[in-house]
């Protein structure tokens, strides 16, 4: 990670932003998320985003209904730097193995969960696999805000993602 950063005249955490925003959805790609999800000050988010806007990697898009909240948008540039990145690699890797490794990437997944549960931080996960969720024929809405959800919106991971009640 150090050295993909350094590649591009980064440090690791300007890379695991970059990570990040790629997959928040449009209610998570705010400074604010950010420094959730990484378990970061948001003072260091402040600074990482300017290092990263300089480089013209992301920029900030103002929220028409919200005044002062901005929304993060990689650029061309920001998206190609992820491009052959240490994650892109793991992806790769676990893909490789035989059954395109499943059974890893569930592992992986509880042994992530896990630790998110023993540092106290809030459980991010994808849009559709919430318990707000919603789909029917006019499409995908979110039970918790009342609003449509675009299509490529419920992949994306969320910060107001609540686990489904377990059977
Ligand atoms: S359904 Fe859940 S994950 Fe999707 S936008 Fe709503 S709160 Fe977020």
Not at 38 to 65: F, N
């Amino acid at each position: 990670m150090r050295d993909d950063a350094a590649q591009h005249g980064l440090l690791p955490v300007h890379l695991h932003i970059l990570q990040y925003l790629a997959q928040a959805n449009h209610y998570s790609d705010l400074p604010i998320a950010i420094a959730e999800y990484l378990g970061i000050t948001r003072g260091t988010v402040s600074q990482s985003l300017a290092v990263l806007e300089g480089k013209e990697l992301l920029i900030k898009a103002p929220d028409p209904r919200h005044g002062k909240r901005v929304h993060l948008h990689l650029t061309a540039a920001g998206e190609s730097v992820l491009q052959a990145s240490w994650a892109e690699r793991v992806g790769r890797a676990l893909a490789a193995i035989p059954s395109g490794g499943i059974a890893c990437e569930i592992t992986l997944f509880n042994l992530l969960r896990a630790l998110q549960r023993v540092n106290g931080q809030r459980p991010f996960g994808i849009c559709r696999q919430c318990t707000h969720f919603l789909s029917d024929a006019d499409g995908a809405h979110c039970g918790l805000t009342r609003e449509p959800l675009a299509q490529e919106q419920t992949s994306r991971i969320c910060r107001e993602w609540t686990a489904p009640a377990e059977a």
